[in-house]
């Protein structure tokens, strides 16, 4: 294969916001991975206010100090253990607000070819008007329930279920028949996320996200490819951070442009065709917006 060159990697005087629009011009094809910090970048924080003045009761019996150790706890009853996550869905997923940074990546992206891949599993790409068939949700949805036994491949909307537990709560304790128990083995419900193992249930709709997922990097991957990592910490590197670096080791045509406030080590091997950007993702892709637009304007004033 000819070794393919990235303008952005020789003009090291550009701002953030020009390297990021310069690397999203030049590539023809967008593999884009998003993880907590995009999420966070918009407000939608696991800890601070938001936390703090969903779950009072809560903090105060737990001591929690984040919804993230709330979401893992061990909970005394399925009671409480509702109570809990039918306000955890209704805070990150039935009544999260637009985020502008989504509204943002979808403009900067209109047209081109792009694919996403995101951990996270609210409803923030859903809102923003992204279209479903792009967006692979690999770690599963809050709006979804699952067997906890996994004796089915199905999923199941939740949020009926979840506005009737949030009515009925009372004392941190949702009522007996509002608890949602497996149709075919009787195992209690849970959310539909990965646990700590790595497992969670797959349903049809997820294999084809997928398969839609898997087809754009067969059909790209010898292409001009930008891997754009927005946000992905190190809680679980394995399912977009490490195939993302480990796809541009093995693709002398990608780059690998990674947008995070903290400096993670980055593999030698991919040190040339890697650009870390330390930036705030909501105003990076602001500025980056106007990169754009400034770039528009100056190519209709040449042509003209
Ligand atoms: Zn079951």
């Given at each position: ?124 790409f859903e809102i923003a008007g992204f279209n479903p068939d792009r967006v692979f ?6 709006n979804l329930l699952q067997c906890s036994q996994g004796c089915t491949q199905k ?150």
């Amino acid at each position: 294969m000819n070794e393919i060159s990235w303008n952005v990697l020789n003009n090291n005087n550009l701002t953030a916001a020009g390297r990021l629009s310069m690397a999203l011009d030049e590539a023809d094809a967008v593999l884009i991975g998003v993880g907590a910090g995009m999420a966070a970048a918009d407000g939608f924080t696991y800890a601070g206010p938001r936390f703090t003045e969903s779950f009072p009761d809560f903090i105060e019996k737990y001591c929690w100090l984040d919804m993230f150790q709330a979401s893992v706890f061990d909970f005394e009853t399925l009671n409480e253990e509702w109570a809990f996550f039918s306000r955890f869905v209704d805070l990150n997923y039935m009544s999260q607000p637009l985020g502008e940074s989504y509204v943002r990546l979808n403009e900067l992206l209109e047209g081109k070819n792009y694919h996403i891949i995101t951990s996270n599993a609210d409803n923030a790409f859903e809102i923003a008007g992204f279209n479903p068939d792009r967006v692979f949700d690999v770690q599963g949805k809050y709006n979804l329930l699952q067997c906890s036994q996994g004796c089915t491949q199905k999923r199941y909307n939740n949020e009926a279920l979840m506005k009737k537990m949030i009515e009925q709560q009372n004392s941190m304790r949702v009522p007996d028949d509002l608890i949602p128990y497996c149709g075919e083995c009787g195992a209690p419900m849970e959310l539909n996320r990965r646990n700590h193992t790595d497992w969670m249930v797959e349903d049809e709709k997820f294999c084809l996200d997928q398969k839609l997922f898997n087809n754009f990097l067969d059909e790209n991957i010898n292409k001009k490819i930008l891997l754009l990592e927005l946000g992905c910490g190190y809680m679980a590197p394995q399912v977009i951070k490490h195939p993302f670096q480990k796809m541009t080791e093995n693709r002398s045509n990608a780059l690998y442009m990674t947008v995070n406030l903290k400096d993670y080590s980055m593999p030698h091997e991919i040190r040339d065709r890697l650009v870390w950007l330390q930036e705030d993702i909501k105003k990076l892709l602001s500025d980056v917006e106007k990169e754009q637009q400034f770039t528009k304007m100056k190519t209709y004033e040449t042509e003209h």
